[in-house]
């Protein structure tokens, strides 16, 4: 249940009749991957934060059929995105995304 975790305090309201495969500690994953970009980066800026929040969650927190399968891929222009905000050039987003 994800409704009262990291990644879903000040996110969009989630449809509730979703089924969503995330990962078994995704929203620790979550906070864990921005406490430590922000430490080595200082990159502290709302909209930085924002984005790759907005980022990590949809890694660790997919929409998915009720198999379990057809997981919905990440979005390419979301990462690159949150690298932007977030100060990376060009070649270090594009190894990560």
């Not at 709302?46 to 984005?51: D, N, P, Q």
């Not at 057809?70 to 990440?74: L, Q, W």
């Not at 949150?82 to 190894?95: S, T």
């Given at each position: 249940?994800?409704?009262?975790?990291?990644?879903?305090?000040?996110?969009?309201?989630?449809?509730?009749?979703?089924?969503?495969?995330?990962?078994?500690?995704?929203?620790?994953?979550?906070?864990?991957?921005?406490?430590?970009?922000?430490?080595?980066?200082?990159?502290?800026?709302?909209?930085?934060?924002?984005?790759?929040?907005?980022?990590?969650?949809?890694?660790?927190?997919?929409?998915?059929?009720?198999?379990?399968g057809?997981?919905?891929?990440?979005c390419?222009?979301?990462?690159?995105?949150?690298?932007?905000?977030?100060?990376?050039?060009?070649?270090?987003?594009?190894?990560?995304?």
């Open positions: 249940d994800v409704s009262q975790t990291f990644c879903r305090r000040g996110a969009p309201a989630w449809n509730p009749d979703q089924l969503w495969c995330s990962y078994p500690n995704g929203d620790d994953m979550a906070r864990e991957s921005i406490e430590g970009m922000v430490a080595l980066r200082g990159a502290r800026s709302e909209k930085c934060m924002s984005t790759m929040k907005a980022f990590l969650c949809t890694l660790y927190h997919r929409p998915c059929n009720s198999t379990g057809g997981v919905k891929p990440v390419f222009y979301d990462c690159t995105r949150a690298y932007e905000n977030c100060g990376f050039d060009d070649q270090y987003r594009n190894l990560q995304c």
